[in-house]
């Protein structure tokens, strides 16, 4: 998942994200290596967090999606 991406250029850690979201830091992994989706009330977070509207984060998530699937070909 993109998420990991915005997380590495706001320095932030696993655990930070895992704290705000009030989840487990092993979640937050879960969410950035496609292992499970997160939902809509988490990635409203997400976005606060990365200070990007819904929508930019949503938009990225899909590019990153398209370049995995391209790259596994």
């Not at 989840?23 to 990007?52: C, G, M, R």
């Amino acid at each position: 998942m993109g998420v990991k991406k915005y997380r590495e250029d706001k320095k932030l850690t696993q655990t930070y994200i895992a704290d705000v979201l009030n989840v487990k830091s092993a979640t937050v992994s879960k969410y950035e290596s496609n292992q499970i989706e997160p939902n809509i009330d988490t990635l409203k977070k997400y976005s606060e967090i990365f200070e990007v509207t819904l929508e930019e984060l949503l938009k990225y998530e899909e590019m990153f999606f398209n370049i995995v699937m391209i790259r596994k070909g």
